[in-house]
């Protein structure tokens, strides 16, 4: 399975980014099916870098309402986020990855 099909996004957080800095970790969005070899080799293979460590994390979708007006009348739907899986991965030392430019730095 290629990188493309593996990894969804970077995920941007105030946390991940300060993770980034300390311990040399980034978090990935992930396809659902995938296990942690096949999210090294893909982080691997993208990024050439090398991994030390992969941790996954399945997010449940939560339950959402909706009210919406319209021509007077309310109408109100109930609905499900999709349910997605979450990727830490910690590069070995001496490799970064700079995501926002999409360039790898050793």
């Known amino acids: 399975m290629s990188y493309q099909k593996t990894i969804i996004r970077p995920l941007f957080t105030e946390k991940m980014s300060r993770l980034e800095e300390s311990e040399q970790k980034y978090a990935f969005q992930v396809m659902k099916g995938v296990n942690k070899i096949e999210i090294k080799r893909a982080i691997e293979d993208k990024f050439d870098v090398e991994v030390a460590k992969v941790a996954t994390m399945n997010r449940m979708g939560k339950e959402k ?19 997605w899986k979450k990727a830490i991965v910690t590069l070995k030392e001496g490799h970064e990855i700079d ?3 999409g360039e790898v730095a050793e």
């Open 65 to 83: 309402n909706m009210t919406v007006k319209s021509g007077g009348r309310t109408i109100r739907t109930q609905g499900n986020r999709a349910s």
């Open 99 to 101: 995501l926002l430019r």
